[in-house]
């Protein structure tokens, strides 16, 4: 199994400029987070899909779309990219439907830079 | 709004000591919470799962203690080791909200 995937790695963009964050998990979880984390801020949750078919915001949702593909994948897509969302972007996913309190699994993250 | 208060500046420890993180929360008490470990370059590893109801969980050589009084979680490493560094985040969970949220997080150092 390899858990949670996320691609790309690392990314640099120019101020304006689209791109969507792919993220994959094969142990059939029904949750699937995009989080972005920043130095001293912590991880903060940008969408969530509590189950196929749904998503919602979560604490800083503005600038970005999701898509859940399906059970496996959830995408995340930055329309017209500004250097505020120069982060380290990861995915996580919970075998439980919901925001429950099942752990977390997280992918090894994209380093994302906008010039 | 909630805030998740962890030590800002890291901590650094002997070996074979018994490391303590604190994470201070303000307001309202989460109906979980949780601890995991985030190595550089990597994504976080969850740890332990402490609810409202619970005083203290244990796993190993890992403690984690829950005072709603006092708004505070401790975790605790015991006989600590340098494989122990990391930094360690909590996170509170707000089951009527439908929300979870992080700190930021103690970078911690055992030295040999």
């Known amino acids: 199994n390899a858990g949670v995937t996320q691609t790309p790695k690392f990314q640099v963009l120019k101020t304006g400029q689209s791109m969507t964050l792919q993220c994959a998990q094969d142990m059939n979880h029904n949750s699937m987070y995009w989080y972005r984390q920043d130095p001293g801020m912590g991880l903060r949750l940008i969408y969530y899909?509590?189950?196929?078919?749904?998503?919602d915001k979560g604490e800083v949702p503005n600038g970005y779309n999701v898509s859940r593909l399906n059970k496996r994948e959830f995408s995340l897509r930055l329309e017209s990219a500004a250097p505020s969302q120069t982060s380290v972007y990861f995915c996580?996913?919970?075998?439980?439907?919901?925001?429950?309190?099942?752990?977390?699994?997280f992918g090894p993250g994209t380093r994302l830079t906008v010039l | 709004s909630q805030k998740i208060e962890q030590n800002s500046e890291a901590l650094n420890i002997q070996e074979g000591k018994t490391a303590t993180l604190t994470c201070n929360y303000t307001n309202y008490s989460p109906a979980y919470l949780q601890w995991y470990r985030q190595d550089p370059g990597r994504g976080p590893v969850f740890l332990l799962l402490?609810?409202?109801?619970?005083k203290e969980k244990r796993k190993e050589r890992l403690k984690v203690t829950f005072d709603t009084t006092l708004k505070q979680s401790l975790f605790h490493i015991t006989a600590s080791q340098p494989a122990d560094s990391a930094t360690y985040l909590c996170a509170l969970g707000y089951s009527s909200a439908s929300k979870i949220i992080f700190g930021s997080g103690t970078r911690l150092s055992i030295r040999p």
């Open positions: 402490i609810r409202e109801n619970e």
């Open positions: 996580a996913s919970s075998e439980a439907g919901g925001l429950s309190t099942d752990t977390q699994y």
């Open positions: 899909s509590a189950s196929e078919g749904t998503t």
